[in-house]
T-cell receptor
Framework: QKEVEQNSGPLSVPEGAIASLNCTYSDRGSQSFFWYRQYSGKSPELIMSIYSNGDKEDGRFTAQLNKASQYVSLLIRDSQPSDSATYLCASMNYGGSQGNLIFGKGTKLSVKP | NAGVTQTPKFQVLKTGQSMTLQCAQDMNHNSMYWYRQDPGMGLRLIYYSASEGTTDKGEVPNGYNVSRLNKREFSLRLESAAPSQTSVYFC????????????FGSGTRLTVV
């Protein structure tokens, strides 16, 4: 069973702090990894994708990938109350008969003013 | 540019009733997906269509049928609704072997009583 695991939280950080969200995956064939943000009652929206080992930065967001450890993380710098949401980690294996995203259950982040 | 459009947004069914959830995308994507999201369970794939004319089962297909009507439209049908199908349903689309992840519709909140 291919799985993506995340700590469900809630993760609470003060405004302006760094929020660190973590994810592990079981499928060693996974090639791409995605972070989605989902506000309560809304649909998931893509915020970051990463394919290579190392860091990828986009504004206040940094995704980190370590394929040897099967570990993906998302750092949010200068956290804002508007970042309060559930963050979904997902992996994709393009091989085989399907290239479907496997989602974790999400980590709920709360940024306190 | 509407992206992925789902209808209806809300629906209440009685046990045993049938209904079809509609999904249409205007991004010329080849692949389309139906997920359900339940508290504590994350996003689970029901059915997907890698391209026009093909459909395949996902993780939780029982009780559902799908139709890929054309490249734009992918519908999900509940033939005899059960309370266990109370959930939020999301349609998504992507390019085949997408490195850009999926684009989600706004969701359908279905309650079966």
């Amino acid at each position: 069973q291919k799985e993506v695991e995340q700590n469900s939280g809630p993760l609470s950080v003060p405004e302006g702090a760094i929020a660190s969200l973590n994810c592990t995956y079981s499928d060693r064939g996974s090639q791409s990894f995605f972070w989605y943000r989902q506000y309560s009652g809304k649909s998931p929206e893509l915020i970051m994708s990463i394919y290579s080992n190392g860091d990828k930065e986009d504004g206040r967001f940094t995704a980190q990938l370590n394929k040897a450890s099967q570990y993906v993380s998302l750092l949010i710098r200068d956290s804002q109350p508007s970042d309060s949401a559930t963050y979904l980690c997902a992996s994709m294996n393009y091989g085989g008969s399907q290239g479907n995203l496997i989602f974790g259950k999400g980590t709920k982040l709360s940024v306190k003013p | 540019n509407a992206g992925v459009t789902q209808t209806p947004k809300f629906q209440v069914l009685k046990t045993g009733q049938s209904m079809t959830l509609q999904c249409a995308q205007d991004m010329n994507h080849n692949s389309m997906y139906w997920y359900r999201q339940d508290p504590g369970m994350g996003l689970r794939l029901i059915y997907y269509s890698a391209s026009e004319g093909t459909t395949d089962k996902g993780e939780v297909p029982n009780g559902y049928n799908v139709s890929r009507l054309n490249k734009r439209e992918f519908s999900l049908r509940l033939e005899s609704a059960a309370p266990s199908q109370t959930s939020v349903y999301f349609c998504a689309s992507s390019e085949v072997d997408s490195t850009l992840g999926y684009t989600f519709g706004s969701g359908t909140r279905l309650t079966v009583v």
